[in-house]
């Protein structure tokens, strides 16, 4: 009798070792959204956002061209005050943006579909510091931005590679934005986001991506999202415009995102904090959208609460979640991509209140549908800090929100009515034909939890969550392999920037 | 018939209730109480009330100063790092403290007293981040500071031209974002290469800076709060001084 060979134990300790994270290049929701609003209270803020635009207006600072384009579609303009008749952000806005889009990676199979019912997974953004448990906080440097590239690379439940996933330090502000771009191309293939800490350093961002996809590709498809944060309340600063400018011009994605500690930068009340996003927002959507109409287009809103007592920003607490759930309502009912939450927390450790913080976040940002989860890896401090235990952490929390969002398995073989009657009353489902067909993937397995005896916990050095992961990234980092680029792509890229670091003397600004 | 009526009536037709105070009616200890309470809850009002009070009854713009305004906000300062008065709350104490100030500035400048301290404030080129900045600001007026706010996005010449002007003695920087933060440096820098680097004692803050790159660009000190540069203000202002005289 002939049979298939199984592979005895060399193939099964191979095959074990892995992650039981499927590789999906992105989530594909099918459970419903947390609608936390009615109908009412949604045409209420929709209304009280248009009253701000209409009255207060938003300020657009040191950047005539908005103005210009502004007062060309309808808007009042009173020095850099731009006020906006009622209804006219939305009509422009839902003409032309569109609902969802495609992010091209360079490897086809990575591409990411931004909106509508998908949600894509991004590591946390922007950091000056990170940590480890080896040695503790410290500034970022090139060489932690390289790592967190190389760490999302190989983390399927992330989709996307990010973008500032720590600030590198050590290298000159004029010019590290060249490093961070390469490091996207060079240690991964999932979709990158562009600089934007200055209109040129966008434009550089476009040039390399084109010597990766070819000019033409670049201008017909997106192959860039990058975040442009309003410097809220009210107020949109030439740095962002002149980069948001960049890459509309060029069809590059633009993520419009009111940056909100509520009480500080926005009223006290969850309300009035949606209605000044949904206003900051339709007003930055839609200069997007007079640069070039049909540039893809977030409305992304960062949100947190600021503690009365202290004045510093606090995460993971009940009101930036009611927001998270309302803002979504919004977006959706805009017509376009939303941003939101991630693993956030306050914590400058990955201790229980990181833990408990982020998952509180993570789960409502999941719930909320959230398509595009920036910080959804890696958050500590308030953002103050990449984690490098914290990332493994929030990983397997990404990982796990993949399984939620694929919802109930209702065909026969969910239903398990076979087994069932094989079973009956008494006995036990652990051998069962159905179980032994299904326990593989049954349920998702962490990649951190301890779920052993006491005893077995105690025989393996009794590690805590943040010790299991420090082992889990060093190990991660020593088996990285990168994705293959192609030879004359990266010599173009490093030839680009050699030329073009060499145009200025390193500045600290 | 009602008996209790003529007494409502009586208590009600009277000019004062239980809880009214009449400053004027103070002792000079009372009413220093008082207005330390007054800062407390933040009324402004009361507090011009009661500063105008003492200078009439002969005190000095100093002793007014000292005792009963700086001497209140430095017990709001006490509460505010215990958590028991929250930001707004302090907001409005030293919105108070400013109307005080406002009434004794003119004295203090004409009597030739000097100030609990000067300090130049603003927040780098590049960077339009100023919440923060603007606590440090209204601490430090709470401290009894002469606050000169130089707003957002300033270059080194609009630093220099600033402490040209206002000869302040703490020279502040603040940026929020981590790509203008190193700016710092180049102010300094420069300081140092006019030779008026030990004129000014240099304070640092903003959300991506630490103790060690205070160090690293060359300040004198990196504040992690509003509340930390407030303490901090009047001491180092104070040794200095006393170093000058000695």
Redesign the interface.
């Known amino acids: 009798m002939r049979r298939k060979k199984a592979g005895g134990r060399s193939a099964k300790r191979a095959a074990r070792q892995t992650s039981s994270a499927v590789f999906q290049a992105f989530i594909d929701r099918k459970i419903p959204y947390y609608e936390l609003l009615d109908e009412a209270a949604l045409e209420l803020i929709e209304h009280n956002a248009d009253t701000v635009l209409e009255e207060i207006g938003i300020e657009f ?1 040191e950047f005539p061209e908005a103005l210009a384009l502004f007062k060309e579609a309808g808007a009042e303009i009173d020095g850099e005050r731009v006020r906006f008749p009622r209804g006219m952000c939305r009509s422009i806005i839902q003409a032309s943006a569109p609902s969802e889009y495609t992010q091209h990676a360079r490897n086809p199979e990575r591409n990411v579909v931004i909106g509508g019912k998908r949600t894509v997974l991004v590591p946390a953004y ?1 950091s ?2 990170v940590r480890d448990l080896d040695k503790g906080r410290r ?1 970022a440097t090139i060489e932690d931005f390289r790592n967190f590239v190389k760490l999302t690379y190989m983390s399927p439940g992330l989709h996307h590679s990010g973008g500032t996933v720590c ?1 590198p ?1 050590d290298v000159p ?1 004029n010019k590290r934005h060249f490093d961070m771009v390469y490091s996207h191309i060079k240690y991964s293939d999932k979709p990158f986001m562009g600089s934007v ?1 200055a209109p040129e350093r966008a434009q550089d961002t476009v040039d390399m991506a084109k010597l990766v996809f070819g000019d033409d590709f670049v201008e017909n498809n997106t192959v860039i999202t990058s975040l442009i944060n309003a ?1 809220s309340p009210m107020t949109f ?1 030439a ?1 962002m415009l002149g980069a948001a400018t960049v890459y509309a011009r060029h069809n590059q994605a633009t993520m419009i995102s009111p940056f909100i500690l509520a009480g ?2 926005s009223p006290v009340s969850v309300t009035g904090t949606l209605t000044q996003i949904l206003a900051e927002a339709l007003a930055g959507i839609t200069y997007v959208q007079l640069v070039k109409p049909g540039a893809p287009v977030i409305f992304g809103t960062f949100a947190a609460a600021v503690s ?5 920003p606090t995460f993971g607490t009940p009101e930036p979640s009611l927001i998270i759930y309302a803002a979504a309502a919004l977006a959706r009912r805009l017509g376009v991509p939303f941003r939101s939450g991630g693993g956030l927390c306050g914590s400058k450790v990955a201790d229980a209140q990181a833990a408990y913080e982020s998952a509180n976040t993570l789960q409502t940002s999941a719930l909320a549908g959230v398509n595009f989860m920036l910080h959804t890896a890696g958050w500590l401090e ?1 953002g ?1 800090v990449m984690g490098y235990e914290k990332f493994i952490m929030d990983v397997d929390q990404a990982n796990m929100i993949g399984v939620l969002l694929n919802g109930v398995d209702l065909s026969e073989n969910g239903q398990a009515m076979d087994a069932l009657r094989e079973v009956g009353p008494g006995s036990h489902f652990l051998g069962s034909e159905h179980t032994q067909a299904n326990f593989e993937s049954a349920f998702y397995r962490s990649s951190v939890a301890d779920n052993n005896s006491y005893e077995q916990w105690k025989e393996e050095a009794s590690m805590d969550t943040a010790q299991r992961a420090n082992k889990i990234w060093k190990k991660m980092l020593n088996e990285y392999v990168p994705p293959e680029l192609d030879v004359s792509i990266d010599e173009a890229l490093q030839d680009f920037m050699t030329r073009r670091k060499a145009t200025t003397a390193d500045r ?2 | 018939m009602n008996q209790e009526a003529p007494l409502v009536d009586f208590v009600e037709d009277s000019a004062l209730e239980d809880d009214d105070i009449v400053l004027a009616d103070l002792s000079d200890d009372e009413l220093v109480d008082q207005m330390h309470d007054d800062l407390y809850d933040g009324l402004q009002e009361e507090i011009e009330e009661g500063t105008t009070i003492l200078l009439e009854r002969g005190w000095s713009a100093e002793k007014v100063l000292n005792d009963a305004l700086v001497g209140g906000m430095q017990i709001v300062g006490i509460d505010f790092r215990d958590g028991i008065l929250f930001v707004p709350e302090v907001l409005l104490a030293a919105n108070a403290m400013k109307g005080g100030m406002a009434i004794l500035q003119p004295l203090l400048a004409a009597s030739g007293v000097e100030p609990v301290g000067k300090i130049v404030i603003g927040t780098v080129k590049g960077d339009i981040h100023d919440i923060g900045k603007n606590l440090v600001g209204m601490m430090m007026e709470g401290a009894g500071f002469e606050v000169f706010d130089i707003g957002i996005n300033n270059s080194v010449d609009d630093y220099l031209e600033a402490i040209e002007k206002h000869k302040p003695d703490i020279l502040g920087m603040s940026a929020l974002l981590t790509t203008t933060m190193p700016y710092m440096k180049v102010v300094i820098d420069e300081l140092v290469a006019r030779g008026i680097r030990d004129d000014y004692i240099v304070f640092v803050g903003g959300a991506p800076l630490n103790e060690e790159f205070g160090a690293a660009v060359g300040a004198d000190y990196y504040c992690r709060d509003a509340a930390q540069a407030a303490e901090l203000g009047p001491r180092v202002v104070k040794e200095r001084r006393g170093q000058a005289v000695a």
Do not use: S
Request: no cysteine; aromatic share 14%; glycine share 14%.
């Open positions: 600072k922007g000056p510091f500034y600030e330090v502000v800490t410097n600063d740095t500080a930068m009365m007592q202290t004045g510093a308030g103050l600290d600004y």
